[in-house]
């Protein structure tokens, strides 16, 4: 004997909501440039909100261009005016270094903070929160090589270059800059904290700018280090960027500054792009 049950009323299960939604399964090229753009403009609201990330783009080329050209021009060029050719390129590349090692901080301390893990729910390319701070940064290089020009030409710098040779290592500089922010960018995704970056950054930056020509002539150096001084990539940074300010002339130099920038790039580009994809 079977029971018949009597039939129960059903009610419809709505959707979720944004169920019929499609979603683009991957970021187009056009997607991808204007959330990197967006990306950068977050980064240039954190500069103007933080001022302080400014210090050391500002004050630093003016301390260190009145200190380095005071103490040292008359000891190594005589005086600090035949001084002023040598030491400005030099302080360019010193301070676009030190600037570019922020890069590397600031994104450790987003990824220690949560900002990434806020950005993996978002539909964005995944490149856009590395690749945006990085093009911000172009603004703080500029402003370093910029107050360092201006100061040299204030204390009787005149380069020889004219106007579209300095133009050229101001250029030369930035992308100098850009380049090697890329190493501290990779450093910012497999250290375990800014402090660390910081450190190792310091350790990287030290050895590369004063075991350079850019503060004495190579010639004046011992044999072994000259030897180091002659392959340090800052080295031909700084070779070109006076070249062009103080001769206006595209030299070998240029053409090698330019490659080590672009292998800089080639090298380490990739190897923060992938780990910083494993940590997303």
Known sequence: MTTLL???PTTAVPAAP???RVLAARPS????VNQTLAMAWRATKKMRRNPEQFFDVTLQPILFTAMFAYIFGGAVSGS???YLPLIIPGILAQTALTACMATGTQMREDMDKGVFDRFKS???ARIAPLAGPMLADLIRYGTAATITILVGIAMGYRPG???LGVLAGWALTIFA???LSWIFAWLGT???SAQAVQGIGMMIMFPLTFLSNAFVPMDTLPGWLEAFVKINPVSHVVTAVRDLMNDGNVTVQVGWALLGCAVVVAVFAPLAVRTYFRKM
């Open 80 to 82: 600090v005016a035949d």
């Open 177 to 179: 800059g850009w380049s």
């Open 18 to 20: 944004g169920a019929d």
């Open 6 to 8: 009597p039939d129960l």
């Open 161 to 163: 270059g004219g106007v």
């Open 190 to 192: 497999v250290a375990r």
């Open 122 to 124: 978002l539909p964005i």
């Open 29 to 32: 090229l056009r997607d991808t």
